[in-house]
């Protein structure tokens, strides 16, 4: 994928809150956007970046499963965001996450 920032763009990794209040702050507000019930409660993301984000998580499904685990794709999880989601009994409390590069994602809504 053509990167024409000076600076590459190498996914996300988004991790555990740092006390279990402030974990449970988190879940909660997710909670509250449906994300945990769409995504199985999750504590953590490994995000990559890819050109097709639905097409790369269909890909680590039929992956995953290759190897003898389970796996599905959530697409609906970030409804203002291009992200595909892939939950797996691969990973305990994680999830995969597939986006474009930042230059093609929608810019922010000012609030």
Do not use: C, W, Y
């Amino acid at each position: 994928m053509f990167n024409p920032l000076p600076f590459p763009d190498p996914g996300s990794r988004i991790f555990s809150a740092s006390s279990p209040e402030a974990k449970a702050a988190v879940v909660a507000l997710l909670a509250e956007h449906d994300v945990m019930e769409k995504l199985r409660t999750p504590s953590a993301s490994i995000g990559m970046v890819a050109t097709d984000p639905e097409r790369s998580a269909r890909d680590a499904v039929a992956f995953v499963e290759s190897r003898g685990f389970q796996a599905t794709v959530v697409m609906d999880a970030e409804p203002d965001l291009p992200i595909a989601f892939v939950v797996t009994d691969a990973m305990v409390g994680t999830v995969f996450n597939f986006r474009r590069h930042v230059i093609h994602l929608p810019r922010p809504q000012p609030a």
